[in-house]
């Protein structure tokens, strides 16, 4: 069973990290989607931003351990990490918000098609936000991970 899960694990990371970050993408997206729906149809006396908010409220944690562990696989800096993603998944929340609301109120798209649309902007950004700030790895140099191995 090692061996499977060795070979697996060689193989998912032998893939590019932006493959990686699309295929991990698309199915905390398409989780998201699925909250998203069921939520608006669901809660019909509730705006569709209410629905909206839940559903990134209730993806986030799971995204979160997807992306440090299946994407960048990062060390330790959890809490850190996660505030930053926080962070990130805010912006991204106005954004998602904001896109939202353009193309339902003024160019009168259907509110699914219309989120669809949007998240297809959002995971351009959230792929930077998160490379560049929620997981960026500070350089190591040669002589530091050479220095490491005598703490």
Avoid at 49 to 54: A, I, K, P
Avoid at 112 to 127: P, R
């Amino acid at each position: 069973m090692h061996f499977v899960y060795t070979q697996v694990k060689s193989n998912w990371f032998s893939l590019d990290e932006r493959i990686r970050f699309l295929i991990v993408g698309l199915a905390n997206t398409g989780i998201r989607y699925i909250l998203f729906a069921a939520l608006t149809f669901s809660l019909t006396t509730f705006h569709y931003q209410f629905s909206l908010f839940l559903s990134w409220m209730l993806s986030s944690f799971t995204a979160f351990l997807a992306y440090k562990f299946l994407v960048f696989e990062t060390d330790g800096n959890h809490l850190k990490e996660y505030l930053k993603s926080v962070l990130t998944w805010t912006i991204s929340y106005i954004l998602n918000a904001v896109i939202l609301e353009v193309l339902v109120t003024y160019l009168k798209l259907n509110v699914f098609l219309a989120q669809a649309l949007a998240l297809s902007i959002i995971t351009i950004n959230n792929y930077l936000m998160f490379k560049h700030f929620a997981f960026k790895q500070e350089k190591v140099s040669i002589w530091q991970k050479w220095l490491s191995i005598f703490k």
